[in-house]
């Protein structure tokens, strides 16, 4: 009788030990399948990010190729570029297909390239400061020493080296813009590079 009672007390204490280690086993399971799908929202998160911010810089950059191509003289008969530097570039073009020519202006701020629009305005007609209209262009510019404008004349073959400053901007004819983009925080990788160069058609001299 003592031998059975025993018996039963250990049986019993090995069931209670079983359901400890399964709910153990569970738990780590658990934590285990947490841990994956947070790794993975986080990848996730973070691969659309890039492709957004990618997406974001291709638009910005066809829009100012277009821009700049179309450069003129503004509506009152200033010459088309207006100033020329590694990270401003400002150049009349009329990007409305309106009466009038916009002064366009690209910077940097940061970490942001912002694009300023101003419309001539007034009697006499005149390009007021105070009514130029900024917005973000593209973000998370991470050029650091790289030039975000480089300037070619007309003899630029595809790999002679840009215009040194101070530019002459009436030998200005072909504008390089090169803008890196930061990955989003947690990428190991290096900034995204994209790269295109304008030739402004109004400005040729070798027709």
Do not use: C, W
């Amino acid at each position: 009788m003592h031998s059975f009672k025993h018996r039963s007390a250990v049986e019993s204490g090995f069931s209670l030990v079983e359901v400890i280690l399964s709910l153990g086993i569970l738990a780590l399971i658990g934590l285990a399948v947490f841990s994956f799908q947070k790794n993975v929202l986080s990848l996730n998160r973070l691969i659309s990010g890039n492709l957004t911010s990618q997406a974001e810089a291709r638009r910005a950059l066809k829009d100012m190729s277009a821009e700049i191509r179309s450069a003129s003289p503004s509506s009152l008969g200033a010459y088309a570029l207006a100033q020329t530097s590694t990270s401003t570039l400002t150049f009349y073009s009329n990007i409305d297909a309106d009466a009038s020519v916009e002064r366009v202006r690209y910077f940097i701020q940061g970490t942001t390239l912002k694009k300023g629009i101003l419309k001539p305005s007034g009697t006499p007609l005149a390009y007021n400061p105070a009514n130029e209209t900024v917005r973000e262009s593209i973000h998370n510019i991470g050029n650091g020493t790289t030039t975000l404008f480089s300037y070619h004349d007309t003899n630029y073959d595809g790999t002679s080296p840009p215009l040194a400053e101070p530019i002459n901007i009436s030998v200005v004819r072909l504008v390089k813009i090169t803008v890196l983009i930061e990955r989003s925080t947690g990428t190991p990788q290096s900034p995204l590079t994209l790269t295109t160069q304008v030739s402004m058609r109004n400005l040729k001299d070798n027709l």
